[in-house]
């Protein structure tokens, strides 16, 4: 059971709802965690365009939606995370991951699959040892990706990694609850990001951007009690 209630689209109104639009216009729904983290809207507010950008594909970014999946997902597993690995084996799909992929890289043999090439083989290892902590003294890890990708890539596939472990750590302890698979599987269409609607989403936000913030706050307080 969720420890925070959500904060459901038909209970808010005023700069909340408008919020609530313009994530539907980013991302195409509101999940449960945007419905969670809007206890904090403006943090909230603030995290989206970030998440969205740094996890999907778009031509602002370096790395293919199906490498950054790969990444998602081993790093998911490693903590265990049902939220994010749900939606992220749906989102995984979208780009050609295959079921039997999507195992093999959850088992400690993916280094010897033949289902990966080794670009992919060596973007989870990336992500492993990001997650454990241990990429900071393994050499040979780095070399190994270094050998294949750019160091903007590699910077690429540490933030989302990072960013990841993040998301794990906020839906497994605050227990967020995973959608009806119908929904989740809405994020199917969602792999490659128009850049257009980044632009959208902070133009709105800035012109959004309140000078006063408890109103906003007032408003995330009373749609929870509703």
């Not at 005023?14 to 994530?23: P, Q």
Request: overall charge negative; glycine content about 4%.
């Amino acid at each position: 059971m969720a420890r925070i209630p959500l904060i459901q689209p038909e209970a808010v109104d005023g700069d909340l709802a408008d919020f609530y639009d313009a994530a539907t216009g980013m991302v195409g729904r509101v999940p449960h965690s945007i419905r969670t983290l809007a206890h904090a809207p403006l943090l909230a507010m603030l995290l989206l365009p970030f998440n969205a950008a740094n996890q999907r594909e778009w031509p602002g970014a370096r790395l293919s939606g199906r490498i950054k999946e790969m990444v998602v997902i081993k790093t998911s597993h490693v903590n265990g995370c049902d939220y994010c690995y749900a939606h992220n084996t749906a989102l995984g799909q979208a780009a050609g991951i295959s079921h039997e992929q999507i195992i093999d890289m959850s088992s400690d043999d993916y280094l010897d699959s033949a289902d990966f090439t080794e670009h992919e083989k060596a973007a989870i290892l990336w992500a492993e040892h990001v997650t454990r902590n241990t990429a900071q003294k393994n050499d040979a890890v780095y070399d190994r990706v270094k050998a294949l990708f750019s160091h903007a890539e590699i910077v690429e596939l540490t933030l989302i990694c990072a960013m990841f472990n993040m998301i794990n750590r906020i839906n497994d302890c605050l227990e967020i609850e995973i959608e009806e698979q119908p929904e989740i599987d809405k994020i199917k269409g969602t792999l490659v990001l128009d850049p257009e609607r980044i632009r959208t989403y902070l133009h709105w936000l800035a012109d959004h951007w309140p000078n006063e913030f408890d109103t906003i706050n007032k408003q995330a307080e009373d749609a929870a009690a509703a």
